[in-house]
């Protein structure tokens, strides 16, 4: 594939971050063939770890189609990471704007040009206890839609493994030495959804169809089966303000949540 696209900031920062990367982790890449080889496109990966953009990007890297990945905009403002940011063609994201079509503008740009814009769809790292994708938020789909643009789902998994996400101490378990592994299916099929017009239910049901995509490759990484529905963090938070608030009723009474169901059983008897 070619290369001609890289650039020197690209190249300079795979100098840097190859070797440490290549020395510290196993590798189990697959699907790279499903990485196009002209045009713009977008990927969709999950999120389970600080680590992982490091090793989606030496994935995508080594297929010559490097990816442009969406960052907060404070972080262009200088330093050496803002350097590297600018460098590289990321792209700002600009999160006061509160019109979503042109907060993504630059990435409908990128892809214009022929350029790959990765995506983690669900905007922060999982909260999903046992690690699967939450739901998704509608970025790539909105873009997606507007562009026509192919949209590769990506799982990855083992990044979390030596970097845990929300982890009490946030550092490095490097040893036993883990497995970085990627996983690149076909493009999803969102011709369905061309020419209706992009309303939050258009939306939803593109980033429903991104994210199964996703979680179904994950499945196959883990081997084991992912859960019927994905998490949503509201519906959880929610639910668990609602049972404080019934644990705080129940000692209030100076009954605990335990003994009312006990009673309830008993009283059914």
Same mark, same amino acid.
């Given at each position: 594939?070619s290369r001609h696209r890289i650039g020197f900031w690209y190249r300079f920062t795979a100098v840097l971050a190859k070797p440490p990367l290549v020395v510290l982790f196993k590798r189990d890449w697959r699907g790279m063939e499903h990485?196009?080889?002209?045009?713009?496109?977008?990927?969709?990966?999950?999120?389970?770890? =600080?680590?992982?953009?490091? *090793?989606?990007?030496?994935?995508?890297?080594?297929?010559?189609?490097?990816?442009?990945?969406?960052?907060?905009?404070?972080?262009?403002?200088?330093?050496? $990471?803002?350097?590297?940011?600018?460098?590289?063609?990321?792209?700002? $994201?600009?999160?006061?704007?509160?019109?979503?079509?042109?907060?993504?503008? *630059?990435? $409908?740009?990128?892809?214009?040009?022929?350029?790959?814009?990765?995506? =983690?769809?669900?905007?922060?790292?999982?909260?999903?206890?046992?690690?699967?994708?939450?739901?998704?938020?509608?970025?790539?789909?909105?873009?997606?839609?507007?562009?026509?643009?192919?949209?590769? @789902?990506?799982?990855?998994?083992?990044?979390?493994?030596?970097?845990? @996400?929300?982890?009490?101490?946030?550092?490095?378990?490097?040893?036993?030495?883990?497995?970085?592994?990627?996983?690149?299916?076909?493009? $999803?099929?969102?011709? !369905?959804? =061309?020419?209706?017009?992009?309303?939050?239910?258009?939306?939803?049901?593109?980033?429903?169809?991104?994210?199964?995509?996703?979680?179904?490759?994950?499945?196959?990484?883990?081997?084991?089966?992912? @859960?019927?529905?994905?998490?949503? @963090?509201?519906? !959880?938070l929610a639910e668990a303000r609602r049972k404080a608030r019934e644990e705080k009723r129940a000692a209030e009474a100076g009954q605990s949540p335990a003994a009312r169901e006990e009673r309830k059983e008993g009283d059914g008897k």
């Open positions: 594939m990485i196009p080889v002209d045009g713009g496109f977008i990927t969709a990966v999950n999120h389970n770890s =600080y680590l992982d953009p490091l *090793s989606y990007a030496h994935f995508q890297y080594n297929t010559g189609r490097v990816p442009r990945f969406l960052a907060k905009a404070a972080l262009f403002k200088g330093g050496f $990471v803002g350097t590297i940011l600018r460098g590289t063609g990321q792209i700002p $994201v600009y999160r006061e704007s509160t019109d979503a079509a042109t907060a993504f503008r *630059s990435a $409908v740009d990128a892809i214009n040009r022929g350029e790959c814009v990765a995506f =983690y769809p669900e905007g922060t790292l999982t909260r999903d206890p046992e690690m699967w994708p939450m739901e998704g938020k509608t970025g790539a789909a909105r873009v997606a839609l507007l562009t026509k643009a192919p949209v590769v @789902p990506v799982a990855q998994w083992g990044a979390n493994e030596a970097m845990p @996400p929300y982890a009490k101490e946030n550092k490095l378990r490097l040893f036993p030495r883990k497995t970085l592994k990627v996983l690149a299916g076909p493009p $999803v099929d969102l011709s !369905a959804y =061309y020419g209706k017009e992009p309303t939050a239910e258009v939306l939803r049901a593109a980033t429903e169809d991104i994210m199964s995509a996703i979680t179904a490759l994950l499945a196959e990484l883990r081997g084991e089966p992912a @859960p019927a529905e994905p998490y949503n @963090p509201r519906k !959880a």
